[in-house]
């Protein structure tokens, strides 16, 4: 990993012609910090395009130019491309062919897995979300950080850092924030449009989620079921069960939480998020999934009543 | 108001032996700011006792110093009382009588309403919480911060910024914020401690008040109602009904939330919350409540129907 955040700032300047991507289903910090460059080089007297493979989420779309993202584009026509806040070239999903193109590849990224492809990379696992790299980018550049700027920087930092809850939320991670707050950033009203925007049929989903809850292993164990009928009964749309699962890890004296979803053709989706002590990944694995320490999943065949013996039998045997 | 920093850091240094409240119901900012000046004056090799009418709230207990604090004691004992985070000091409730007997009163808040009474007072309504005026002072007075100290201090500020969303979270709150996290406290651990210990029942009762969801005037009015049976199902204490407002409010489209809660002898209480537009303390004056623009509450006479009858009915009027 050959960190240049020096040489990102040279092709920032010398050359014109931007195509900025970021992964595929991208959330507050891809989104944040592709907007951020963007008008941070279309200020510079750049062109910048930010090509996506899927929609900005719609409690994302009053973030300052969200309404210029395109969705098809000729990688041919541009200079440089830049990848932001993604682990691996193949996570741009459709839209990576186009980023082969331009003849330089600049990666900005967080995640511990990015090897540090590209011409220019900044790739910093120690950051809390891309879009402080992007702030030191922009810092280094002494780009003028406008409010409209501002907004996606403090986005990306207070999604990715969960609303500053997370163990990721760095000295820095606060610095950069307070600085978007006097750059005339409003933190309600943007917390208010990142959070506050659900539709009534996803809360009356939740209500029916939480009256599911089972505890087990004399509450170590919480979890909370979906069944197709509720998926039904209010026309849920797949993005409407995020975060559900931390609703169960939030009782008390819970180590592990579980989230089970009935898929169609007979199988189960299980989600698991561990407080530490489990590690939930290896669980998932022998079940055929995988992930992280404390966040996993997998899919399994049904019966319902029998995948959750399974579970809770490993989970069980995990926190002995 | 006569701001006095310099004096209350005199104060501090010259005497020995300091009670200290803050008001009834305490939550974090009241708990943190006492304990974080407690520790401080302890360091600097001075008695330093905290006297509340209540006891700390069970996810308030894992705070340093949280043990310490005392529900009686004879203020002719001490030389100094602090009184912090308290409007006025009728709010520090049945130990109020014990904060009139040392000879000099401090008085630390941010409280709009605070009229500055006390020998020495620093009172900035433009401060996000009370504990960063603790802050300030500690800063005044050279203490050093231990992470024992800056945990009371980053609860503090965490718990009236409400994560750092509301409108109040100034640069100096996140500035304060990042140095606490720099003295080694773990912001993870401390929002899971606040955040993250819910009671299975409690987490119930939510799922079964989510289900009663109304929602009124084309989408601008959210309710949600709380029975006495699903207080009894559910074995509810009060605290369990804290916040549960925050989730009509977080449908798209609504302007004002309202919370329906039926009480003993025919009563219902009810509690709004605007997001701006609505001055809901308006509405609960003309039904004999108060509060403030946009959160207020009154309480009613049943049955439940011809409450929200009459609630919707002054709230559409008001959208209008």
């Not at 289903?25 to 007297?45: C, F, H, T, V, Y």
């Not at 200079?79 to 900005?108: F, M, W, Y």
């Not at 292993?217 to 979906?226: D, Q």
Request: proline share 3%; glycine share 10%; with cysteine.
């Amino acid at each position: 990993m050959k960190n240049n955040i020096e040489g990102i700032c040279r092709i920032f300047r010398e050359k014109d012609r931007f195509l900025i991507a970021c992964h595929e289903n991208p959330e507050g910090d891809a989104i944040g910090s592709q907007l951020a460059l963007a008008l941070a080089l279309r200020k510079m007297g750049k062109t910048a395009t930010v090509l996506n493979a899927d929609p900005v989420p719609g409690n994302l779309a009053f973030l300052p130019g969200a309404d210029s993202v395109v969705y098809e584009e000729d990688g041919s026509r541009y200079e440089v491309a830049v990848v932001v806040d993604c682990g691996s070239s193949e996570r741009t999903g459709r839209v990576q062919a186009e980023l082969c193109k331009p003849p330089v590849l600049v990666n900005i990224d967080h995640h511990r897995t990015n090897g540090g492809c590209g011409d220019y990379c900044l790739v910093d696992p120690e950051a809390a979300a891309t879009g402080m790299l992007i702030y030191r980018i922009l810092a280094a550049m002494n780009v003028e950080i406008d409010s409209d700027i501002a907004v996606n920087i403090y986005v990306a930092i207070l999604t990715d850092t969960g609303s500053f809850h997370y163990a990721n939320t760095s000295p820095e991670a606060f610095h950069i924030a307070g600085e978007m707050v006097r750059r005339g950033i409003d933190p309600w009203g943007v917390a208010e449009q990142v959070y506050e925007t659900q539709s009534a049929d996803r809360l009356r989903l939740l209500g029916r989620v939480l009256g599911s809850l089972e505890i087990a292993a004399g509450g170590k164990i919480a979890a909370v079921t979906t069944t197709k009928k509720d998926l039904a009964d209010f026309s849920a749309r797949k993005d409407f069960l995020e975060g559900f699962i931390n609703y169960p890890r939030s009782v008390i004296g819970v180590e592990v939480a579980v989230a089970f979803r009935e898929e169609d053709a007979g199988e189960i989706r299980v989600s698991f998020r561990s407080k530490g002590r489990v590690d939930v990944s290896a669980i998932c694995q022998a079940f055929g999934g995988g992930g992280h320490r404390n966040a996993a999943g997998c899919i399994m065949r049904g019966p319902l009543d029998e995948v959750k013996r399974k579970v809770y039998g490993a989970l069980e045997a995990a926190l002995r």
